[in-house]
């Protein structure tokens, strides 16, 4: 159980940093999580031949893989609008209503009983994100982006559960990649279509360069290949295979409630590299402690659990 924790852990701080990236990286956001999707697919696929652990799923497993693909994409593409509407520390901040989402929908997809202590807190998260909504309405687009990502990884991380079991961790994440990389790309004319100004290629400037808003010790590389390959390798492959891993020992509320850390991680980083604080006030911060205060209860409640199992044992 703590070791699964820690995973999560690492893996919500890496997502932190996706929303400095997302931000600092020029291109549109279908572009974005096509070009992320697709260095993340290649990636993994690296690995998986160069350890000799390749495997072939059936079809019914690779159409399951696949609708997580295409939620994750969607979900991505929601999450990278939401920065470019508003900024980052908005769009994260947004995620911690997905435990609420998760709270709801996953006894009706898992045909379970609701548990009421999870609905309370996912009710102080909702409380939390009312008042950031409330005191920054100016972000309503980015907001509403935020929040439609946030259902979307409710449910993608659902189904991650339920089959998180049946299928190595590197295999999972190289179908859902791949899957989703492809269902982009198969939309791509019609974006082009309808946003014709898109910009396909990364911007490539490789000019070293300290940006006035950044820390002096601090170093901005002006190069979006440089931010994509990190942000694949990083905040993708390594996070998503810390995730999964934990997913087969946490519940997927539990998984949700601690991801609702990324804007509390990530907001620090933006506040530290974008100075993005001066467009934030008291109601957004009033949110964000509320989503703090209900992950730390939701990790006192599993002490408590994990202690009682022990007495019993």
């Known amino acids: 159980m ?3 924790l820690i995973q999560l852990h690492i893996a919500v701080l890496l997502w932190g940093f996706t929303g400095v990236l997302g931000k600092l990286i020029s291109l549109d956001a279908p572009m974005l999580v096509w070009y992320r999707m697709l260095l993340t697919a290649l990636f993994v696929l690296v690995i998986l031949l160069f350890s000799r652990k390749w495997l072939k799923v059936e079809t019914a497993g690779v159409k399951k893989l696949a609708t997580i693909g295409g939620l994750m994409a969607a979900h991505w593409i929601a999450f990278y609008a939401a920065i470019k509407f508003s900024n980052a520390s908005i769009a994260l901040v947004c995620l911690s209503t997905a435990s609420v989402f998760t709270s709801v929908l996953e006894p009706l997809i898992n045909k379970t009983k609701y548990n009421f202590n999870e609905l309370a807190l996912g009710m102080l998260a909702l409380v939390g994100m009312y008042l950031i909504y409330h005191f920054q309405d100016l972000y309503g687009v980015g907001i509403l982006l935020g929040t439609i990502a946030a259902l979307l990884s409710s449910i993608f991380t659902i189904y991650n559960k339920r089959i998180a079991s049946e299928y190595p961790v590197r295999t999972m994440v190289f179908y859902e990649m791949t899957t989703g990389f492809l269902i982009i790309t198969a939309l791509l004319p019609a974006l082009f279509y309808f946003v014709p100004d898109t ?7 490789s000019i070293f360069k300290v940006a006035e808003n950044l820390p002096s010790n601090l170093i901005n590389l002006k190069n979006d290949w440089i931010w994509l390959i990190v942000l694949a390798l990083c905040c993708t492959v390594w996070a998503q295979t810390l995730a999964l891993n934990a997913l087969k020992k946490l519940s997927s509320f539990t998984i949700t409630l601690t991801v609702n850390m990324e804007p509390v991680y990530g907001i620090l ?12 006030n008291w109601g957004f911060f009033m949110g964000m402690g509320l989503i703090c205060l209900s992950v730390l209860l939701q990790m006192r409640s599993l002490i408590v659990e994990s202690r009682r199992n022990k007495l019993k044992t």
């Open 2 to 4: 703590k070791k699964a």
């Open 269 to 280: 980083l933006a506040i530290l590299i974008y100075r993005e604080d001066k467009d934030l």
């Open 199 to 205: 910009h396909f290629l990364p911007a490539q400037d």
